[in-house]
T-cell receptor
Framework: AQTVTQSQPEMSVQEAETVTLSCTYDTSESDYYLFWYKQPPSRQMILVIR??????QNATENRFSVNFQKAAKSFSLKISDSQLGDAAMYFC??????????FGTGTRLKVLA | NAGVTQTPKFQVLKTGQSMTLQCAQDMNHEYMSWYRQDPGMGLRLIHYSVGAGITDQGEVPNGYNVSRSTTEDFPLRLLSAAPSQTSVYFC??????????????FGPGTRLTVL
């Protein structure tokens, strides 16, 4: 079975600082995809970044980047130059050939002014 | 494009009542899914569909039915509501759930309370 684990229920970061959110996953598939979603207080789910497992290069989207460690089955999200608008719930998700996206339990990020 | 729309946004039911949560997308996506979000449990997959006429169960399907008669619509039916079904429900769609995996686009959610 595919599982996704986020072990940090809550994190805090000072504005303009860098924070890393952790995610580990488990899958028996060789081909899979990993995602980070952001859910602000509005409740709307927004894709932050995605990573294809076959790509060795870590994905980057502006201030957001991932550290993809395939052997360790780790997929952490780094947010640089944190902004007040980054405060939200962040969900890690995985998809493989079973047609199911599996989500972690989420990490609530607080940004301190 | 409206993207993924869900109705209603809020609903209160009494135990034993039935209702249908509506979901529609205008992006011609093959893959659609329903999730429930509960505090501390993330999003859990209820049912999904890889195309019109094809549906399958997710992690927590009990008490829910779905059908997919068109590409655009994917309603979720609660047959006999129970307090344990109090949750926020999200519908999502993506370009494909098969060999070409796309970003999932989510609706705004429906907050359901069962008394």
């Amino acid at each position: 079975a595919q599982t996704v684990t986020q072990s940090q229920p809550e994190m805090s970061v000072q504005e303009a600082e860098t924070v890393t959110l952790s995610c580990t996953y488990d899958t028996s598939e060789s081909d899979y995809y990993l995602f980070w979603y952001k859910q602000p207080p509005s409740r709307q789910m927004i894709l932050v970044i995605r990573q294809e497992a076959y790509k060795q290069q870590n994905a980057t989207e502006n201030r957001f980047s991932v550290n993809f460690q395939k052997a360790a089955k780790s997929f952490s999200l780094k947010i640089s130059d944190s902004q007040l608008g980054d405060a939200a719930m962040y969900f890690c998700a995985a998809y493989s050939g079973t047609y199911k996206y599996i989500f972690g339990t989420g990490t609530r990020l607080k940004v301190l002014a | 494009n409206a993207g993924v729309t869900q109705t209603p946004k809020f609903q209160v039911l009494k135990t034993g009542q039935s209702m249908t949560l509506q979901c529609a997308q205008d992006m011609n996506h093959e893959y659609m899914s329903w999730y429930r979000q509960d505090p501390g449990m993330g999003l859990r997959l209820i049912h999904y569909s890889v195309g019109a006429g094809i549906t399958d169960q997710g992690e927590v399907p009990n008490g829910y039915n779905v059908s997919r008669s068109t590409t655009e619509d994917f309603p979720l039916r609660l047959l006999s509501a129970a307090p344990s079904q109090t949750s926020v429900y999200f519908c999502a769609s993506s370009r494909s759930g098969g060999s070409v995996v796309g970003e999932q686009f989510f609706g705004p959610g429906t907050r359901l309370t069962v008394l």
